[in-house]
């Protein structure tokens, strides 16, 4: 099951990054054009909030099925000490809750936003600083402190 999961996870990460983005292209091209909201955006906003609730999901499910945050939660005097411990157990998900919070908050705020300009561009802040907080804690291959393979499990 772990394993099937991580591999979801890992999986789902590019969704997630690949609706961001055209997200934002979409959110800031709205907002700097004076385009007009239209279906297809608030679908955009509602799917992309989506994929990012689901990757959150599946994170909670590996959370807690994980060894390492296992070991973390277990002995955490010392695993505060062990960077790539410390990431998983604490850092990684913390920042991914946030990020989860702040894109709850965006979408909600943009959905009940007047003005077409508005919601492009409560879309486009609180999604951009998600965004900067989910690539500055994905464990990618190059991070010292927690490099991961691009694609894990299976």
């Known amino acids: 099951m772990y394993n099937g999961l991580l591999f979801l996870h890992s999986i789902l990460r590019w969704l997630v990054l690949i609706s961001f983005v055209y997200s934002l292209c979409i959110g800031y091209s709205g907002w700097w054009g004076n385009k007009i909201w239209t279906k297809k955006d608030n679908t955009l906003r509602h799917v992309t909030a989506t994929i990012a609730h689901v990757q959150l999901i599946f994170g909670l499910c590996l ?53 077409d300009k508005d919601k492009f561009k409560m879309m486009a802040i609180w999604y951009s600083l998600a965004l900067v907080i989910i690539l500055m804690n994905i464990p990618w291959p190059f991070s010292p402190m927690s490099g991961r393979p691009w694609i894990r499990g299976l």
């Open 63 to 115: 959370y807690f099925t994980s060894p390492i945050t296992t070991y973390f939660l277990r002995n955490f005097k010392e695993a505060l000490h062990e960077r790539p411990i410390r990431f998983f157990g604490m850092e990684h998900s913390t920042m991914m809750f946030t990020a989860i919070i702040l894109i709850t908050i965006g979408s909600i705020i943009a959905k009940r936003k007047i003005t």
